[in-house]
Structures are given as structure tokens and as C-alpha cells.
T-cell receptor, first 113, second 118 residues
Framework: DAGVTQSPTHLIKTRGQQVTLRCSPKSGHDTVSWYQQALGQGPQFIFQYYEEEERQRGNFPDRFSGHQFPNYSSELNVNALLLGDSALYLC????????????FGDGTRLSIL | AQTVTQSQPEMSVQEAETVTLSCTYDTSESDYYLFWYKQPPSRQMILVIRQEAYKQQNATENRFSVNFQKAAKSFSLKISDSQLGDAAMYFCAYRTPYSGGGADGLTFGKGTHLIIQP
């Protein structure tokens, strides 16, 4: 049973560019959340998708956007990249309803030059 | 806004000994969930243990147990018989139930780096 998979593993971009990160949830999960983890910090919640709609959003600018597809996979898009966007981006999936724990992927390491 | 504080940036323990990691949180909610996650160098965040705020009994998972003090807003993690494989960053996390079901976004602390000395 495959867990949460993210691609790519590593990515290098320059300031001002745009990037798309991808996430496939654990089999059977329908809710996907994205987190940004700066070096030496705890993850910060970006947003959550459920039934192809953004359901909840953390304190991130509109440069961060996302999408969820009918198969529950998700993309995170970041426009106009800044040096401060360099971080590990984690995707987590869960079942809807009740007290369901979030299962995390291995993350995408994004470096901005 | 909810906040989670981990006051110990780093902790060190001898193999086979017991260690306690501290976590406090701030919330005005009465119903919420608390978690401890482990993040080894492989980067994947792994759930260690969770606690529902409405349950008075402290959660236990094998060598891992918590001391949940709701009035003090404290949620510490005790690791018994520490093993080399326990070495990792440990994050305390909080979330509230979402009225529409599913899992809300987690609020994490800054983490505690646990070192296991052989």
C-alpha cells in the first residue's frame, strides 16, 4: 500500500520563476494539506484541499495556490519566487471525518538562487 | 491564534534511559487534538502518538507516553528505554476539529532535537 508520494524530490529555481510541486495521497485518502518547513523550523500550514476545493488556508500570500484533482492528487503552485521561499514542502493526506491523523510524504526540497 | 511552544531546542539521553520532551500550547478552544511527530533525517514526518483533549486518560504507544495537563495546557512526551533509532527531531502539534469533517491544518512547535548517546 503506497503512502503519500511527492515529486520532485529536489528542485532548484531562481527568483521570479514559478514552480509546481505534486502530491499523490495515500490510497483511500481524500484530503490533502500542504506545509512549508524552513530550515530548523517546524512546518507551517499553507492550505488544505477537500473535494477539489481549498477548504482552509494558513497565513500565506496569494502567490501560493493549489489544486486538487478528481483522483485526490494535488499540486502546489508558487509564483514570483522569493529567496525566502526556499524550504522543504511537505504534503499530508488523511481520511475525511472524525479524528483522522495526517500521513506525510518525504517532501520536496526547493532551493531558490 | 493557537501557538505551540517547545522550549527545549535539544535534548540528550543515554541509550536505555528515559527522556521527557516538553510542549505547551495556547488556545481558547475546549475541543482539540494534540500530536507528537518524529522527523528523522530522512525528512518524513511520522506520527508517534496523539491525544484527544476530551479524554482524561493519557495516551500510550509502547515505549511512548504523554502527560497531558489540560488546565496547564501542557503536553509532554516521555520516551522510555531510549533506542538509537529514536534519534530525530520531535515536533509537538495541535489542531481543532473541522465542522465539515476531515483533518484541519496542524500547528507545529519549532521542534526538539533528540540525541541518543550509546
Amino acid at each position: 500500500d503506497a503512502g503519500v508520494t511527492q515529486s520532485p524530490t529536489h528542485l532548484i529555481k531562481t527568483r521570479g520563476q514559478q514552480v509546481t510541486l505534486r502530491c499523490s495521497p495515500k490510497s483511500g485518502h481524500d484530503t490533502v494539506s500542504w506545509y512549508q518547513q524552513a530550515l530548523g523550523q517546524g512546518p507551517q500550514f499553507i492550505f488544505q484541499y477537500y473535494e477539489e476545493e481549498e477548504r482552509q488556508r494558513g497565513n500565506f500570500p496569494d502567490r501560493f495556490s493549489g489544486h486538487q484533482f478528481p483522483n485526490y492528487s494535488s499540486e502546489l503552485n508558487v509564483n514570483a519566487l522569493l529567496l525566502g521561499d526556499s524550504a522543504l514542502y511537505l504534503c499530508a493526506s488523511s481520511l475525511a471525518g472524525g479524528n483522522q491523523p495526517q500521513h506525510f510524504g518525504d517532501g520536496t526540497r526547493l532551493s531558490i538562487l | 491564534a493557537q501557538t505551540v511552544t517547545q522550549s527545549q531546542p535539544e535534548m540528550s539521553v543515554q541509550e536505555a534511559e528515559t527522556v521527557t520532551l516538553s510542549c505547551t500550547y495556547d488556545t481558547s478552544e475546549s475541543d482539540y487534538y494534540l500530536f507528537w511527530y518524529k522527523q528523522p533525517p530522512s525528512r518524513q514526518m511520522i506520527l508517534v502518538i496523539r491525544q484527544e483533549a476530551y479524554k482524561q486518560q493519557n495516551a500510550t504507544e509502547n515505549r511512548f507516553s504523554v502527560n497531558f495537563q489540560k488546565a496547564a495546557k501542557s503536553f509532554s512526551l516521555k520516551i522510555s528505554d531510549s533506542q538509537l533509532g529514536d534519534a530525530a527531531m520531535y515536533f509537538c502539534a495541535y489542531r481543532t476539529p473541522y465542522s465539515g469533517g476531515g483533518a484541519d491544518g496542524l500547528t507545529f512547535g519549532k521542534g526538539t532535537h533528540l540525541i541518543i548517546q550509546p
